[in-house]
């Protein structure tokens, strides 16, 4: 479908420019955002961020609808471009809104809710005076669609979203102390310059539906990023998952970075846990380690792990690991459950020879193995 969508923009741009092909882009992409949103509903919308993935969805296939009927009839209805635009300006706070929900901001003070709805309302306003002295756009004489003198204001202000938007997704990935969070805040802010720039171009070439190619393709390969990160996150822990995990040590293999250390932990006793208090406490227990680890001892640059059922995995690049461990120790033995809690430590340092991460689990597996060992000696 991608290739699809790229093959048809070139074929409009430089080829043929009717209104046949125009009409074929519109629905593929609207097809493509259908798919996503009923793929979202099936999926039962648990939680917000796919409640708000569906609206950037649904305000998307308003706007390519009433942007279709106004290019391929060449309507000069001042109604309908006012609608198109108004659903452009939805189509930027929907976005804005995703990204809130992604980033996990939400907005608790009514002062804070005007001023996130500010841009749209002045958008309202402006294209309501339009309709009185054509101060945003005009139709000529000879039909042709003209910019008024607010037109840039207009973008700007719509534009404010798609910048806030990406600075917060920047300011949250540089905060993240989770691997994947990182990366996924990362791509969030990527798309949101993206999609400004989509609409920058639009502007230049209005007869080209670059904006609807465009963010077609960002809702697609956001929708991916998102299913990706479910897929790579452990639904208990929130921590990363054992499929991330092997693709992280290769990456650090292939690096080749001498100053990593892997460690393994495992909870001592885990079973008995089970047995004596039941698995919702264990769960809680594995949750609270999990904690501790993201809170308390792991560095920004660390990569933490659960690597299956009580046995967590660590990266370190640092030089102290004898002082992590302990901070470890020190941090888990505080938390408050009617069981003792601790872990077991097991840790191996990089080296050139491990050609392979599963060299360097082995290593750092059987050092964990040796202290389970001496804790049932003693």
């Not at 699809?4 to 430089?14: A, G, H, N, T």
């Not at 360097?360 to 964990?368: H, M, N, P, Q, T």
Request: overall charge neutral; hydrophobic content about 45%.
């Amino acid at each position: 479908i991608i290739s699809l969508m790229i093959w048809s923009f070139f074929m409009v741009k430089w080829i043929c420019m009717n209104e046949i092909l125009f009409a074929e882009i519109y629905y593929i992409c609207i097809a493509v955002m259908l798919i996503l949103g009923f793929k979202t509903y099936r999926s039962m919308m648990k939680n917000s961020q796919k409640v708000s993935f569906l609206a950037v969805v649904f305000v998307h296939i308003l706007y390519f609808q009433t942007d279709l009927v106004r290019m391929t009839t060449n309507s000069q209805d001042l109604f309908l471009n006012e609608m198109c635009f108004l659903f452009f300006s939805l189509c930027t706070l929907s976005w804005f809104n995703y990204i809130q929900t992604m980033l996990g901001i939400h907005y608790v003070k009514k002062s804070q809710t005007f001023f996130s709805m500010l841009p749209v309302i002045i958008s309202v306003v402006l294209l309501l005076v339009n309709t009185l002295n054509g101060c945003l756009f005009y139709i000529d004489q000879s039909g042709d669609f003209q910019n008024g003198s607010l037109y840039i204001l207009y973008v700007l202000i719509n534009d404010i979203y798609y910048i806030i938007g990406a600075y917060q997704a920047y300011i949250y990935s540089y905060r993240a102390k989770n691997y994947q969070q990182k990366k996924s805040n990362q791509i969030l802010g990527i798309y949101m310059i993206s999609l400004l720039l989509i609409g920058t171009i639009q502007d230049f070439f209005r007869d080209i539906p670059v904006f609807c190619v465009g963010t077609s393709l960002s809702i697609l390969i956001v929708y991916i990023s998102l299913e990706e990160q479910m897929i790579s996150i452990d639904p208990l822990t929130q921590l990363n998952n054992r499929n991330r995990m092997e693709q992280y040590l290769f990456e650090c293999v292939r690096s080749q970075d001498l100053n990593m250390y892997l460690l393994v932990l495992d909870v001592n006793r885990f079973k008995k846990i089970n047995d004596e208090h039941g698995h919702a406490q264990g769960d809680l227990a594995l949750k609270a380690i999990a904690n501790c680890l993201k809170e308390s001892c792991i560095e920004k640059s660390d990569f933490i792990a659960r690597y299956g059922g009580d046995e967590f995995v660590i990266v370190y690049k640092g030089n102290d690991v004898e002082d992590l461990c302990q901070r470890i120790h020190d941090s888990i033995q505080k938390l408050s459950f009617p069981f003792d809690l601790d872990v077991s430590i097991g840790c191996a340092l990089y080296h050139k020879d491990m050609h392979k991460w599963s060299d360097w689990f082995i290593e750092a597996d059987k050092r964990l193995y040796n202290e389970k060992k001496n804790l049932k000696g003693q």
